[in-house]
């Protein structure tokens, strides 16, 4: 009883150690900005728009800034949501704001992703406390295989955080993910140059947090939620009320199975007794 209310109650650890309060306060200031300032530019696009947009980047983005609102709480454990943020931001800068910027030829948009883009490539590699990501998500043993209890061990959580079931499942969304996600990480090596390839280097920012998310499925979470959110926005903004109206591109139908399905996949997946008692039960991170 009293380790069960202790782990209800605590926030996951990973032997990573505590974070000074300094870097706390930096990685809740980047969230802070994240959520507010970048979504103050990119929610209104998910209620102002052509009637046949497609809608994944403002979708992918808003999700992204509404979920960061969670870091203000917990910095450490919402952590792969800014390794995310620093992985697509130097996937698009060497794959495609690079090369259009040294060969001067690229889209309108050119002139606000670049600068955009740029600026969290220089300053996330000293936001992310590097000690901590590399203890965590590479050194740290990952979570367990099989059960060194009866059978009955598979399908119970016992004294653990989840199931052993569940954590298989959890694989195999990621595993999903990795072989789905793979034809558009391959466009990040072909593709058109004028391409403007915020899309494919979003998606390939989340491919590569497939692949932690396959040996580390508790603390890839975030990933989860954050797919969640901004799937079911693109269904509420953009599928539904196209597909309802009839006014949506030859992309819809491929997008409602691909994007629109995958809240209820999600909804089936996540460990939603973790998530209370992680991202919501447990007490934030100190302020002081």
């Known amino acids: 009883m009293g380790s069960t209310a202790s782990r209800a109650v605590t926030a996951p650890t990973t032997g990573g150690g505590e974070l000074s309060l300094l870097r706390l306060n930096i990685l809740r200031t980047v969230y802070a900005l994240i959520a507010f300032a970048e979504g103050s530019i990119v929610f209104p696009d998910l209620f102002v728009h052509a009637p046949d947009a497609r809608g994944v980047i403002p979708?992918?983005?808003?999700?992204?800034?509404?979920?960061?609102?969670?870091?203000?709480?917990?910095?450490?454990?919402?952590?792969?949501?800014?390794?995310?943020?620093?992985?697509?931001?130097y996937i698009w800068f060497f794959a495609f704001g690079l090369p259009q910027w040294l060969s001067g030829q690229h889209q309108a948009t050119f002139a606000d992703d670049f600068p955009?883009?740029?600026?969290?490539?220089v300053l996330m590699p000293f936001v992310i406390p590097w000690g901590y990501a590399w203890r965590t998500y590479v050194k740290a043993s990952g979570d367990r295989w099989r059960s060194s209890g009866s059978a009955a061990g598979i399908w119970k959580r016992g004294d653990h955080?989840?199931?052993?079931?569940?954590?298989y499942v959890m694989r195999a969304i990621a595993l999903l993910g990795i072989w789905g996600l793979l034809p558009t990480v391959e466009a990040l090596v072909v593709h058109a140059p004028l391409d403007r390839g915020v899309h494919k280097a979003?998606?390939?920012?989340?491919?590569?947090?497939a692949v932690f998310a396959f040996r580390y499925p508790l603390k890839m979470v975030p990933i989860l939620l954050f797919e969640m959110t901004w799937k079911l926005l693109w269904l509420l903004a953009f599928g539904l009320p196209q597909w309802s109206a009839g006014t949506g591109?030859?992309?819809?139908?491929?997008?409602?199975?691909?994007?629109?399905?995958?809240?209820v996949v999600c909804a089936l997946v996540i460990p939603w007794g973790y998530v209370w008692r992680h991202y919501v039960k447990a007490p934030g991170e100190r302020w002081r």
Request: charge should be positive; hydrophobic fraction near 60%; aromatic fraction near 12%.
């Open 249 to 263: 591109s030859a992309q819809l139908r491929e997008d409602l199975w691909a994007i629109g399905a995958f809240p």
């Open 116 to 121: 955009a883009i740029t600026f969290g490539v």
């Open 161 to 167: 955080e989840v199931s052993l079931i569940r954590l």
């Open 59 to 89: 979708s992918l983005l808003s999700g992204f800034c509404l979920i960061c609102v969670l870091g203000l709480r917990y910095p450490r454990q919402m952590l792969p949501l800014l390794l995310f943020e620093m992985a697509w931001k």
């Open 202 to 209: 979003l998606i390939g920012g989340l491919w590569l947090m």
